[in-house]
């Protein structure tokens, strides 16, 4: 499967973005799919994962309230909506693919990446 990442940008401080995934290749309804970041000299860390049907979701607790994950199947498509961003959301994010029917949390149970998609913001 193949994963493309869209809406990134550079913000202020409080406002909002709209990240989506757009997948080809294979339908995403048989990977649980994941939102992770990487900021410069860090390692690449979750921010929200999804399940399969999209009912179940989790979160990175610093993100917890102010970003929400979503999934729309038939469209191929998921969606991480930030709001509230804080100038330490700042990095490049990733959308991820796993054949697990959980919810991973770790880089290496993921099997499938974007490219990835700038997020900066600005105090």
């Known amino acids: 499967v193949q994963l493309v990442e869209s809406g990134g940008g550079l913000v202020q401080a409080g406002d909002s973005l709209r990240l989506s995934c757009a997948a080809s290749?294979?339908?995403?309804?048989?990977?649980?799919m994941g939102w992770f970041r990487q900021a410069p000299g860090k390692e690449r860390d979750v921010v929200a994962a999804?399940?399969?049907?999209?009912?179940?979701?989790r979160y990175a607790d610093s993100v917890k309230g102010r970003f929400t994950i979503s999934r729309d199947n038939a469209k191929n498509t998921v969606t991480l909506q930030m709001n509230s961003l804080k100038p330490e959301d700042t990095a490049v994010y990733y959308c991820a693919a796993a054949t697990s029917a959980l919810m991973p949390t770790t880089v290496n149970s993921y099997d499938y990446w974007g490219q990835g998609t700038q997020v900066t913001v600005s105090s």
């Open positions: 290749g294979r339908t995403l309804s048989s990977y649980a």
């Open positions: 999804i399940s399969r049907s999209g009912i179940s979701t």
